[in-house]
Structures are given as structure tokens and as C-alpha cells.
């Protein structure tokens, strides 16, 4: 997302407390529409549905991993995990906001598992490079999944114990993904939503670790 003359200037320490940008009180206007499903991108989702963030880097590949994922029914990006209010994009890529770069993706339990989407989790970026994801460099880009049950936090920490001892069997580093109860959620602006449908050309900078994620079976609250 970055050239690296750009790059070499992020910040990959969080702000200490009292250091993060102000904000402001109201969101930052975003779609209205999800470019891809066609329907309100803030709307009510389908009885059953359940909904968690994770965070790969940046969030243009991310979300287009999920929204064309079966049984995915609503994807949105946006930013968490920071101090800093209905924080800019531009506000966030400062590092000055502790916020990551995260996906909200909604899903039907009954047409796709929570396992299925880890795999796509973990497989699909690199979860032990710290405050980076390849070239895109800073505390935004961190790897991270924040839950809304109990339960998915059990299972995502369980299959984070797994992808573990894979990487490490594989002579890879430790996972450094930051899992806990997701903080409040803030949408990012209108082009930054389903990028890549709008821009089929874009970058993305998703790498796996090519190290296979064998999910185990779902631990239950």
C-alpha cells in the first residue's frame, strides 16, 4: 500500500498513553452500500449471523479473501484496537492512532464454520512478523483477530495453539496475531471499502507462510 520511501517513516511502537491523535466525536462518512453484496454495508444481518474482525495487514486483500467466501454475508473494513476516536485512514497510517487495520466479517455458522475462516486467517498472511506484513510496515498492519463470543475466542485461541506448533515444526517464528473481545469497530472511508471490486488491479500484499493450518475441532465454552 506503500512505496518504501513510505514505509521507512511507520511507526511500529504503539503511542504511550496520552500520545494518540484526538479524533473526534462523530464517524467518518463511509458507503452506504457494500459494492459487492449490493446491500446496506451497516445493516441488519440475517438472524443466526455472527460477525468477528481480523486483522492481516492491509485490508484491501483481506476483505476480498472473505466476502468471496461462501456463507460470508456481509465484509466491511475498517479499524480497531486503538485509542484514537472515528480515527482518518491517514490518522491511522501515522501510527499515532494504535489502531490496526482489521476486516469485519459477518458469516452464517450454517453455511461456513468459524474453523474455515481461520484457516483462511491463518493461511493467508504471515502471523509471526510483528508490526509489519511484508513490506507494509507499522503498527496498523499488525496481525490480529478480535472476537464477539466467548466461544469463537475459545476456538481462535485453540487454533492459534495449532498453526503454532505447525510453524514451529516448520522452523518458522512465533506467532505474534493479537487475539482478545473485539473494542469498538470504526469504518473507514467509501474507497476504502471493497477495494479490489472497485480496483481489480490494486495491490495487495497478502503472503502466507505456506505452512498448512490444520484446524481442530471447535472447543466449546
Request: hydrophobic share 35%; aromatic share 10%.
Amino acid at each position: 500500500m506503500f512505496f518504501l520511501s513510505d514505509l521507512l517513516n511507520k511507526k511500529t511502537n504503539m503511542p504511550k498513553p496520552g500520545e494518540a491523535m484526538p479524533g473526534r466525536n462523530h464517524p467518518i462518512p463511509t458507503a452506504s452500500k457494500h459494492h459487492v453484496f449490493k446491500k446496506p454495508l451497516k445493516g441488519a444481518l440475517p438472524e443466526g449471523a455472527e460477525t468477528i474482525y481480523f486483522g492481516m495487514g492491509c485490508f484491501w486483500g483481506a476483505e476480498r479473501l472473505f466476502w468471496q467466501t461462501p456463507g460470508v454475508v456481509m465484509t466491511a473494513v475498517g479499524f480497531a484496537g486503538g485509542e484514537t476516536p472515528n480515527p482518518t485512514y491517514q490518522e491511522t497510517c501515522t501510527g499515532m492512532t494504535g489502531h490496526a487495520e482489521v476486516v469485519l466479517v459477518a458469516y452464517d455458522p450454517k453455511q461456513v464454520s468459524l474453523g474455515a475462516l481461520l484457516k483462511i486467517f491463518w493461511e493467508s498472511h504471515d502471523p509471526t512478523q510483528g508490526m509489519r506484513q511484508g513490506n507494509d510496515v507499522g503498527t496498523t498492519y499488525r496481525s490480529t483477530i478480535y472476537t464477539t463470543t466467548q466461544a469463537q475466542l475459545d476456538e481462535v485461541t485453540a487454533s492459534r495453539d495449532a498453526y503454532a506448533a505447525a510453524l514451529s515444526k516448520a522452523g518458522a517464528g512465533k506467532i505474534t496475531t493479537e487475539i482478545g473481545p473485539a473494542p469498538e469497530f470504526f469504518y473507514a472511508e467509501e474507497d476504502h471499502q471493497q477495494y479490489l471490486a472497485k480496483n481489480p488491479y490494486g495491490y495487495c500484499g497478502l503472503r502466507g507462510t505456506g505452512v498448512e493450518c490444520a484446524i481442530p475441532v471447535a472447543v466449546h465454552a
